[in-house]
Nanobody, 126 residues
Framework: QVRLLESGGGSVQVGGSLRLSCAAS????????MGWFRQSPGSQRTGVAT???????KHADSVRGRFTISQDITKNTLYLQMNNLKPEDSGTYVC????????????????????WGQGTQVTVSS
């Protein structure tokens, strides 16, 4: 079982930046697809960005050009660099993983991921 631990959340003002990290453990030499999802109160968890271990990525339209997903495979760590933050970016950011390729890759569909972290809170204020 993969364990995912997020960090790096916080409170920033509009236009600010944050870098989220997700430390993964429990891999057994298998190939995983990973991603970041955002959950806000009263809303469903939505995909922000996903990546495979060849570096193929997909970003949601709402964050493209502002957020960048990346990973350091040697450290088993996933990142999300968030720049020019907006109030609508606020929420709990949850790291996700899946063993084997998701259907329709690249995809942001939450149903294609089955390993989840606890999340880290991001609050953007104006």
């Amino acid at each position: 079982q993969v364990r995912l631990l997020e960090s790096g959340g916080g409170s920033v003002q509009v236009g600010g930046s944050l870098r989220l990290s997700c430390a993964a453990s429990g891999y057994k030499g298998e190939r995983y697809w990973m991603g970041w999802f955002r959950q806000s109160p009263g809303s469903q968890r939505t995909g922000v960005a996903t990546i495979d271990n060849e570096g193929n990525k997909k970003h949601a339209d709402s964050v493209r050009g502002r957020f960048t997903i990346s990973q350091d495979i040697t450290k088993n760590t996933l990142y999300l660099q968030m720049n020019n933050l907006k109030p609508e970016d606020s929420g709990t950011y949850v790291c996700a993983a899946r063993r084997g390729p998701p259907f329709g890759w690249p995809t942001l569909a939450r149903g294609e991921f089955n390993e989840w972290g606890q999340g880290t809170q991001v609050t953007v204020s104006s």
